[in-house]
């Protein structure tokens, strides 16, 4: 059953998704000459038209600099949209496990460290029913905290170098038959 959002939400949603899409293209694009981006939704994809002075910088080395802008755009371990095309995918007919299958192989493919697709309720020749789906996705850490969390995974092992030895000199031994008590 699909969700129902509200025009006002979908606008707020769709303003502030331009703002920052505008946000970073300026921050990226400033020395090109950049002045403004354009958003096409279609129901096939989203066109998404930069206008800028220099459009070969743009582009970059064999459209390089165009890819790299394009993935930091797209959001491919976000477990809402992943959930979504779960979702399309079981309105259309496929199979639950190779529905799910489908998710969690992107996923995985696309850097996650680990991904969990749960699918329950009821399913095909049962009558009427309610299906819910939930899809956690466990990013790798980084220290920056821009694509996952900032401290590191309790299952993470870092090996150090070892420190530089320093010459153990033992201290002499003094002998008992050396020692000479004073006596008062």
Known sequence: MATQTSKKRKFVANGVFLAEL???MTRELA????SGVEVRVTPVRTEIIIRAIQTQNVLGEKGRRI???TSVVQKRLCAIAQAESLRYKLLGGLA????CYGVLRFVMESVAKECEVIVSGKLRAQPLGVLEMKVKIMLDWDPKGKQGPTTPLPDLVTIHQPKEEEDYIRPSVVAAAEIIVLAA
């Open 22 to 24: 505008n946000e970073v």
């Open 67 to 69: 890819r790299e802008l």
């Open 96 to 99: 639950v496990r190779r529905a």
């Open 31 to 34: 020395e090109d000459g950049y």
